[in-house]
């Protein structure tokens, strides 16, 4: 939908607000709200959380864009012993800190509730629409973050927030250009979903086709037999399982002080470097010194070799080494290398098996940071055909995994494709450079 413009504009005043139609005026926050910030019950106090009445919610809560279902609940006498503030249904909150994205996003209370002391509580005053307000904010994100420092940890304040800029507009054209805003969103929002969901079965279907291929081969009229394990099954006649020891080494890292990390040098691969994707990437690498090679000799990585995290939430993440300069290799990071007698890539798809990250899981060891050792990494049977049978298994699945890989870019691309568009009509709508009043 191409909606016009107003008919005649005049500066805003603020740099990222641009022109505004004529008979719009630019006023701050605090002359459209009043904000107050909540509070957080002693954590220590057991029966200030034990079975509470009062909904309460933390910073996270402002993913959800509307919420609806409270973080915790509290007692009466936490309510009465602590900052915590009751913010009225349809109100505003804003995460005034929070790690990665939190910080500046904005939410609309769906309930009325109680937050904590990182969370502000906007509550428009008329003529002020809720609704347009928030979408207002949300086109701001980046500018009410940069106004407390960016990405660095300094966090927002009700002062900061009293002086985001707003725009005072009429209150029939705040209606509009939310109804427009609730409809165009939802529509683009459902079509990022679905492919969302094309993505999650493509990657579903790329899992399987190494699963199945690394299990049974190319033949599928091939003769198959017992393998004896329980999570392998059949495997053909003319094939092996054996303990992963028996094709591959694996290296560990080692623990490197943060005290001697520099701005550049070698590129120390860390869990955080290995991404989902299969790949390591280095676009917030930590470094040492050149030096750091010559004593360190057992922990270089080099270009092909296979890294796998050790340890933490992504135990079991794999990803290929791809850069031409060497690496270190840092704690609870491990190299898989192939032995006499195995193909790389075909043992890059082992580590990609189902099977293989599910004995993981299974083996892994304390909770709620998990672990595996390299001795358990190299206990996990698997199946061995023969030299030349992994490299003709290989060179199919590059192929194959290619092309699928290939789909999910494109679909990958789609979706943030959509996504710019979606910020730029709500910035668009939200500060009158198209006119919301005629989608109606």
Not at 25 to 33: D, E, F, H, K, V
Not at 135 to 151: D, F, P, T
């Amino acid at each position: 939908m191409k909606l016009p413009p107003y008919p005649k504009y005049k500066p805003s005043g603020v740099e990222w607000l641009g022109d505004v139609p004529e008979h719009w005026t630019q006023i701050a926050l605090r002359r459209t709200s009043t904000r107050y910030a909540g509070g957080t019950p002693d954590r220590s106090n057991d029966s200030y959380w034990d079975e509470g009445t009062i909904p309460w919610i933390n910073s996270g809560a402002v993913n959800q864009g509307l919420i609806t279902e409270p973080s915790a609940f509290i007692t009466e006498e936490a309510y009465r012993n602590s900052s915590a503030r009751w913010v009225a249904k349809g109100a505003l909150v804003m995460a005034l800190a929070g790690q990665g994205k939190t910080k500046g996003m904005v939410a609309q209370i769906g309930i009325a509730t109680t937050c904590n002391q990182s969370m502000a509580a906007i509550c428009p005053t008329p003529p002020t629409e809720a609704r347009y307000l928030y979408w207002l904010l949300v086109s701001q994100y980046e500018h009410i973050r940069n106004m407390a420092g960016g990405e660095a940890r300094d966090g927002l304040n009700l002062e900061i927030l009293g002086s985001i800029p707003c725009l005072k507009v009429l209150p029939a054209e705040q209606q509009a250009i939310a109804f427009f805003l609730d409809q165009e969103t939802s529509r683009l929002d459902t079509l990022v979903a679905k492919k969302q969901k094309l993505i999650e079965r493509l990657k579903e279907k790329r899992t399987a086709l190494i699963s199945r291929t690394v299990t049974r081969g190319l033949n599928p009229n091939a003769k198959l037999k017992p393998s004896g394990i329980a999570w392998l099954g059949d495997i053909p006649t003319n094939w092996d399982a054996k303990p992963l020891k028996f094709i591959a080494l694996v290296k560990t890292g080692f623990a490197f002080s943060s005290d001697d990390f520099t701005d550049e040098g070698v590129p120390v691969l860390r869990i955080g470097d290995i991404n989902r994707n299969g790949r390591i990437d280095f676009s917030d690498a930590k470094f040492l010194p050149g030096d750091f090679l010559r004593s360190n000799r057992d922990v270089i990585v080099r270009s092909g070799d296979i890294a796998m995290a050790m340890t933490g939430a992504t135990i079991g993440k794999v990803g290929r080494y791809r850069y031409a300069k060497p690496a270190l290799l840092n704690q609870r990071v491990c190299l898989f290398r192939p032995m006499r007698g195995a193909e790389i890539d075909f043992l890059w798809y082992l580590l990609n098996t189902d099977f293989y990250i599910e004995y993981i899981l299974l083996t892994a060891f304390g909770g709620a940071q998990p672990n595996i050792s390299d001795t358990q990494l190299l206990a996990c049977s698997v199946p061995v055909p023969s030299l030349p049978e992994q490299t003709s298994i290989a060179n199919y699945l590059n192929d194959e995994i290619s092309k699928l890989d290939a789909l999910v870019s494109k679909v990958e691309t789609a979706i943030e494709r959509l996504q710019e568009y979606r910020t730029a009509l709500i910035t668009a709508a939200v500060t009158g450079k198209i006119d919301a009043r005629k989608a109606a």
